[in-house]
């Protein structure tokens, strides 16, 4: 059964510290037990990183049951607590928070590897999440056996174990764990994948995990194989922040794309997260049209220009004081921001607002404020200054001026996005057509 993970844990570990993360589930549990019976063996000193997110009553209890396993074992036991997060992104920002620790603990104690309990179950549920939708090629491959990273390795052996797998080595060799009763919940969509859709790719094939491991094995293989054509074409036609136009169309357009995406990486390697395809797309029309010049507004301030055979990205500027825009579906911002349409209902926070249009006048704009702007905000009597929100929310002064404004075609203010909603925001369970979000 796990003769596989043994094997990966024996041809890379040997004679070192390694770091396990572990939640204390029946996966990271069999993963930590596993790592222990090998310790003698491959002369490891182990590291056990736990991580308590506080989010339900039995987060201490799964906490000490992993503190007192360590202890049992004579495992060294790293321990951290999440008492915060990002409520527009809470899963990423849990994910960001938790692989910050584990990364240093690596570097606390000069471990060159971290483990990690991923499995083959999970591999499928993510291969099909991204394809569902929608993800750049390497992303379709789901995530990687090893992954390199700055002066250590996270392995995950358990690759090609299912669940059903682990939680029956557990029973068998008396290993503790406890589960997580949010991973039984439709809430998430990760839980839809894993119990609806997986079981009945089972039922096809019981070992439908290890034709997805190929599968992502496969196109791992391939995007190696095309990043290497891509830097090499990359250092040839850009050089000193200038890309030559004319050598970009000889290149199969596989190619293009993967340049323009390091193009925009280069320019946003800290905002990454503001770059769309819409952008990608943007770029890629504007260098291959038969338009000897143009330019186009991008996040943070910067002008995609091209200029007969050359195409750069530069600062813009000039930023505007004074702006009212119409929205379709998408604006890119003046403040470096977006705002789009997005089918997405679940996030409450001020940066989603949900409207239903009939109690609009369409359409919609997006503007600077003006002297007297009010705004009814949802469920408070009366009306608000937007001025005094600013001041409130601590908004510096050049901010103010330039700081989006929903309104309708008849300026009544619909919302101040990241801020505050108005009285037309429609609850999860009320009747709404429009859902917009700001990032």
């Given at each position: 059964?796990?003769?596989?993970?043994?094997?990966?844990?024996?041809?890379?570990?040997?004679?070192?510290?390694?770091?396990v993360?572990?939640?204390?589930?029946?996966?990271?549990?069999a993963?930590?037990?596993?790592?222990?019976?090998?310790?003698?063996?491959?002369?490891?000193?182990?590291?056990?990183?736990?991580?308590?997110?506080?989010?339900?009553?039995?987060?201490?209890?799964?906490?000490?049951?992993?503190?007192?396993?360590?202890?049992?074992?004579?495992?060294?036991?790293?321990?951290?607590?999440i008492?915060?997060?990002?409520?527009?992104?809470?899963?990423?920002d849990?994910?960001?928070?938790?692989?910050?620790?584990?990364?240093?603990?690596?570097?606390?104690?000069?471990?060159?590897?971290?483990?990690?309990?991923?499995?083959?179950?999970?591999?499928?549920?993510?291969?099909?999440?991204?394809?569902?939708?929608g993800?750049?090629?390497?992303?379709?491959?789901?995530?990687?056996?090893?992954?390199?990273?700055d002066?250590?390795?996270?392995?995950?052996?358990?690759?090609?174990?299912?669940?059903?797998?682990?939680?029956?080595?557990?029973?068998e060799?008396?290993?503790?764990?406890r589960?997580?009763?949010?991973?039984?919940?439709?809430?998430y969509?990760r839980?839809?994948?894993?119990?609806?859709?997986?079981?009945?790719?089972?039922?096809e094939?019981?070992?439908?995990?290890?034709?997805?491991?190929?599968?992502?094995?496969?196109?791992?293989?391939y995007?190696?194989?095309?990043e290497?054509?891509?830097?090499?074409?990359?250092?040839?036609?850009?050089?000193?922040?200038?890309?030559?136009?004319?050598e970009?169309?000889?290149?199969?357009?596989?190619i293009?794309?993967?340049?323009?995406?390091?193009?925009?990486?280069?320019?946003?390697?800290?905002?990454?997260?503001?770059?769309?395809?819409?952008?990608?797309?943007?770029l890629?029309?504007?260098?291959?049209?038969?338009k000897?010049?143009?330019?186009?507004?991008?996040?943070?301030?910067k002008?995609?220009i091209?200029?007969?055979?050359?195409?750069?990205?530069?600062?813009?500027k000039?930023?505007?004081?004074?702006?009212?825009?119409?929205?379709?579906?998408?604006?890119?911002?003046?403040n470096?921001k977006?705002?789009?349409?997005?089918?997405?209902?679940?996030?409450?926070?001020?940066?989603?607002?949900?409207?239903?249009?009939?109690?609009?006048?369409?359409?919609?704009?997006?503007?600077?404020?003006?002297d007297?702007?009010?705004?009814?905000?949802?469920?408070?009597?009366?009306?608000?200054?937007?001025?005094?929100i600013?001041?409130?929310?601590?908004?510096s002064?050049?901010?103010?001026?330039?700081?989006?404004?929903?309104?309708d075609?008849?300026?009544?203010?619909?919302?101040?996005?990241?801020?505050?909603?108005?009285?037309?925001?429609?609850?999860?369970?009320?009747?709404?057509?429009?859902?917009?979000?700001?990032?």
């Amino acid at each position: 059964m796990m003769n596989e993970a043994i094997d990966r844990l024996e041809s890379n570990l040997q004679n070192e510290t390694v770091v396990v993360a572990v939640s204390g589930g029946p996966d990271s549990m069999a993963l930590l037990y596993l790592v222990n019976s090998l310790k003698e063996k491959l002369n490891l000193k182990i590291v056990c990183a736990h991580v308590n997110h506080k989010l339900r009553p039995e987060s201490e209890e799964e906490a000490d049951m992993v503190r007192h396993y360590c202890n049992k074992n004579d495992i060294i036991f790293e321990y951290m607590t999440i008492d915060s997060y990002n409520k527009t992104n809470f899963h990423q920002d849990a994910r960001n928070k938790r692989y910050n620790f584990f990364e240093k603990c690596v570097k606390k104690c000069q471990a060159k590897h971290l483990l990690t309990a991923h499995h083959g179950d999970d591999l499928v549920e993510t291969i099909l999440m991204r394809i569902v939708r929608g993800a750049a090629f390497k992303s379709y491959a789901g995530f990687s056996e090893k992954i390199e990273k700055d002066g250590y390795t996270i392995l995950r052996p358990l690759i090609t174990n299912t669940k059903d797998e682990l939680e029956q080595f557990d029973i068998e060799n008396n290993i503790p764990y406890r589960i997580d009763n949010s991973n039984t919940k439709d809430t998430y969509t990760r839980n839809r994948f894993r119990k609806y859709i997986l079981p009945k790719l089972k039922e096809e094939d019981k070992n439908v995990h290890k034709k997805f491991y190929k599968f992502s094995k496969t196109l791992e293989m391939y995007d190696n194989y095309i990043e290497k054509d891509t830097n090499k074409a990359y250092n040839h036609i850009y050089q000193n922040y200038i890309l030559n136009i004319n050598e970009f169309k000889k290149l199969d357009k596989v190619i293009q794309v993967r340049i323009i995406k390091r193009l925009l990486w280069e320019e946003y390697k800290q905002d990454l997260s503001l770059i769309t395809d819409n952008h990608r797309n943007l770029l890629y029309q504007i260098i291959m049209s038969s338009k000897a010049s143009s330019e186009v507004s991008l996040p943070k301030h910067k002008k995609a220009i091209k200029d007969y055979d050359r195409f750069y990205i530069k600062e813009d500027k000039i930023i505007l004081s004074e702006y009212k825009l119409e929205l379709i579906d998408y604006l890119t911002l003046p403040n470096g921001k977006i705002i789009e349409i997005t089918d997405d209902a679940s996030d409450n926070s001020n940066y989603t607002t949900r409207l239903l249009s009939t109690e609009l006048n369409l359409p919609l704009y997006i503007r600077t404020r003006l002297d007297g702007d009010k705004i009814a905000i949802k469920g408070l009597n009366g009306t608000k200054k937007v001025k005094d929100i600013f001041i409130d929310e601590k908004i510096s002064k050049i901010d103010r001026d330039i700081y989006p404004i929903l309104v309708d075609s008849k300026d009544n203010i619909i919302w101040l996005p990241g801020l505050k909603k108005s009285k037309f925001h429609k609850q999860k369970d009320e009747n709404y057509d429009i859902i917009l979000k700001y990032h």
